[in-house]
């Protein structure tokens, strides 16, 4: 099912593949739910905290 996920998602792919919304997103990555780091302004995010996330729900 994750076979086509890149290893490091944009903000944008993490936010569809999650079905949730801008404002949720940012809430999750801020609180630290789903590990990402930052270049510059932009997200990335591992497909593996992405994956921890989904398990722990």
Known sequence: MF???PEIM???ECKSLLKIGK???LDLLHNG???A???GNRWK???K???D???YL
Do not use: G
């Open 49 to 51: 905290s992405v994956l």
């Open 10 to 12: 944009t903000f944008n």
């Open 37 to 39: 780091f930052r270049i």
């Open 3 to 5: 076979d086509r996920v």
């Open 33 to 35: 739910e789903i590990e």
């Open 53 to 55: 996330y989904i398990r």
């Open 45 to 47: 995010i591992p497909k």
């Open 23 to 25: 404002n949720t997103l």
